[in-house]
């Protein structure tokens, strides 16, 4: 696979990563061929303050503060219990809206909602939605009687292969879903689609209506998926492969949706909103993964500064449908990322899954 590194340079935590190697390797040639004691020490803070505020500035990248009154208008943020998806709901919850979050357990929900709402001074309903159980996303949808916004934005990363209670990949099925042969079946691999695929197909009609927006959180990850992608072939489970691929599938969905549904003034984007460590999303990593991760921190956003691109995608005009962002503006996505093909065959396959697992509902 070749790495698109046109497209890895553009974000901010690659260069404030090059920006960090760049400046530790100054730093050791200046510290052992240049100062001498007693500057040494006094050097090395006054390098570390500075290096410290601009990092801080490369890696925060573009910044987005929304305005709008949404005193009439009702979003849905999938995964809001924590992270990112708690931060947009509170924000969007600050600018008036009507957010319902979808989060798993009813009383937790419940409980997340009053928060939020005690927090922005706004309403904030919390309903119980297990993405991973099509039932739970079917009576999750039964509830919901307007939509302006939808915000998929929950996801996870499983170490090992696990499948799902309707028997899809859990990272894929929650994500989207690839495809493993189950009880003679394609079980949908890992899109972060299957969850929130059936979600967006059962509140288009209330879409339709309102002319509302469809919001999924991808990630620059999906750069590692094969540019020859099959999703339906059942493949050996490999942790980076299985998020990469459910990540490439979040685009795709919303440039397939924006191609079917877009002349009837509904409008998808896919977004990457940067590296954050600190998300629930890593719950499950390994010892290795903790290190790596704990070093990448320096060039890490705040959850707040990961949620500005989802709130631009959500409320800005100046956002693309049908496109994939970052930063707070259109990016370079992998070019499968906008392979109509292949978001054809991925629309259908999903289909195909979502039927198959929910007929008897």
């Known amino acids: 696979m070749a790495l698109p590194i046109r497209t890895l340079l553009v974000e901010p935590e690659i260069q404030s990563i090059i920006f960090f190697s760049v400046n530790s390797l100054a730093l050791i040639y200046v510290l052992l061929l240049v100062v001498t004691w007693p500057y040494t020490l006094v050097y090395l803070i006054a390098h570390a303050a500075v290096f410290f505020i601009i990092n801080k500035r490369i890696s925060s990248g573009r910044s987005y503060t929304p305005n709008k009154n949404l005193s009439n208008q009702t979003v849905i943020v999938t995964g809001a219990a924590t992270g990112i998806g708690r931060v947009t709901a509170l924000e969007l919850a600050k600018l008036e809206a009507r957010v319902i979050v979808g989060i798993r357990g009813q009383e937790r929900a419940e409980r997340i909602a009053q928060e939020l709402s005690n927090e922005s001074r706004g309403n904030v309903i919390g309903y119980h939605l297990d993405l991973s159980d099509l039932s739970s996303v079917k009576a999750f949808a039964d509830k919901i009687d307007k939509v302006d916004i939808l915000i998929n934005n929950a996801g996870v990363a499983k170490q090992h292969e696990e499948l799902t209670k309707d028997g899809l990949e859990s990272t894929f099925g929650t994500n ?151 930063n707070c503006r259109v990016a370079q996505a992998s070019p499968v990322a906008y392979n109509s093909k292949k978001a054809q065959e991925l629309w259908s396959l999903s289909e195909k899954i979502v039927d198959d697992k929910t007929k008897h509902l």
Not at 246 to 260: D, P
Not at 276 to 282: D, V
Request: hydrophobic share 40%.
């Open 176 to 326: 989207h879903s690839k495809l493993y042969l189950y009880n003679n079946l394609f079980i949908i691999f890992y899109l972060h689609l299957v969850g929130h695929f059936y979600l967006t197909q059962l509140l288009l009609p209330l879409f339709i209506q309102s002319n509302g927006r469809i919001v999924n959180v991808s990630s620059i990850m999906h750069v590692f998926a094969s540019q020859n992608i099959d999703f339906s072939k059942n493949n050996s489970y490999n942790r980076i492969v299985a998020y990469a691929e459910s990540k490439l599938a979040n685009i795709l969905h919303a440039v397939e949706l924006q191609r079917r549904y877009g002349d009837r003034d509904i409008k998808a984007y896919a977004l990457h909103p940067g590296s954050i460590p600190s998300t629930e999303l890593s719950r499950e990593k390994t010892p290795i993964l903790t290190v790596l991760m704990a070093t990448a921190a320096i060039s890490a956003k705040t959850i707040a500064q990961g949620a500005m691109t989802t709130l631009y995608c959500a409320l800005s005009d100046e956002a693309q449908p049908g496109k994939y962002h970052s």
